[in-house]
C-alpha cells in the first residue's frame, strides 16, 4: 500500500513539474518605467473653439454635442506646445503615455487620429486613449468624475490635467495630480470646475477669487495639495 502511495506521489510530482506555468497575458510592468496620464481639453488640447462652434443637442448649454466635437479637433483645436514637448520628452524617454477625458466616446477613434497627427506616435481608443465621462451620485445626485477607475486599472503614476476633477481623479486613485493652468480664453468661456470658479461670486463651492487663484499659481500649488505645472500655453502669433 505504501509503495502505491509512494508511485501515486511520485506521478504527481512528475507531472506537476512538467505543466507550463501559467503566464499572465498582461505584460510585465518595465522596472522604472513610468505611466503618465494626461486630460485632453485645455491641457494637450487647447479646444476652446472646437466647443463654441459645437451643435447643442437641447438648449441645456452643457449638453453639447460630442460626437461633433470628437471629429471636428483636427479644425478648430490647437496643441498646446509646452505639453506636447512635455509628452514627446516622457515618450522619447520610453515611459508610457496615456489619455483620459470626460468627453463621450462618440467617434472617438478620431481624437486619436488627430492626437496620433500631432504628438508623433500612435494613440489608439482602448489601447492609450480613454473616454470616461462622469456619473451622477445615486443617492446625492452630485456628478462625480470616473477618471480614476481608469488611472487605477492602468496602474499610472502621474496625472496631469486642468479641471478639479482631473486633481481629485488622481487623488482617489492615490497618485501624484499635476495641474496644468487653463488658458485664460477657456477660463472666460467657461469657469466652473477650476479652482471652484474664480469668476464666480463669493459661494461655497466658488470660495477662491481672481486674486487667491494669482496667489495658487505663484505658489505652485493648488486646493488639493496638487503641484502647477509651471509652463504657460502662449498661441503663435495670428491665431487668434
Ligand atoms: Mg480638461
Not at 499572465?24 to 487647447?46: A, E, N, R, Y
Not at 515618450?91 to 487620429?113: D, K, L, Q, W
Not at 499635476?178 to 466652473?192: G, H, M, N, Q, T
Amino acid at each position: 500500500m505504501r509503495s502505491i502511495n509512494l508511485l501515486v506521489l511520485t506521478v504527481t510530482v512528475l507531472l506537476t513539474a512538467c505543466t507550463t506555468p501559467k503566464v499572465s497575458s498582461d505584460p510585465k510592468p518595465v522596472l522604472g518605467q513610468l505611466k503618465v496620464g494626461f486630460d485632453i481639453d485645455d491641457t494637450v488640447l487647447f479646444s476652446r473653439d472646437n466647443f463654441l462652434k459645437a451643435p447643442h443637442m437641447s438648449d441645456d448649454p452643457d449638453h453639447v454635442d460630442f460626437g461633433w466635437v470628437n471629429m471636428h479637433d483636427s479644425l478648430y483645436s490647437v496643441v498646446i506646445q509646452p505639453i506636447a514637448d512635455l509628452i514627446g520628452f516622457l515618450h522619447s524617454g520610453g515611459h508610457e503615455v496615456y489619455f483620459i477625458t470626460a468627453r463621450p466616446g462618440t467617434n472617438g477613434e478620431t481624437v486619436g487620429r488627430f492626437l496620433t497627427s500631432k504628438l508623433g506616435f500612435p494613440i489608439v481608443l482602448g489601447d492609450n486613449l480613454f473616454f470616461s465621462t462622469k456619473k451622477k451620485d445615486p443617492f446625492s445626485g452630485q456628478r462625480f468624475t470616473t477618471k480614476h477607475e481608469l488611472i487605477s486599472k492602468l496602474g499610472l503614476h502621474i496625472f496631469y490635467g486642468d479641471s478639479d476633477t482631473d486633481m481629485i481623479a488622481a487623488s482617489v486613485a492615490g497618485v501624484r495630480g499635476v495641474r496644468v493652468v487653463r488658458d485664460a480664453r477657456s477660463v472666460e468661456a467657461y469657469s466652473k470646475n477650476y479652482f471652484g470658479n474664480t469668476r464666480s461670486e463669493f459661494e461655497p463651492k466658488a470660495p477662491f477669487s481672481e486674486e487667491l487663484y494669482q496667489k495658487f499659481l505663484s505658489s505652485g500649488v493648488g486646493p488639493y495639495g496638487e503641484t502647477i505645472y509651471p509652463i504657460y500655453f502662449v498661441e503663435p502669433a495670428g491665431t487668434d
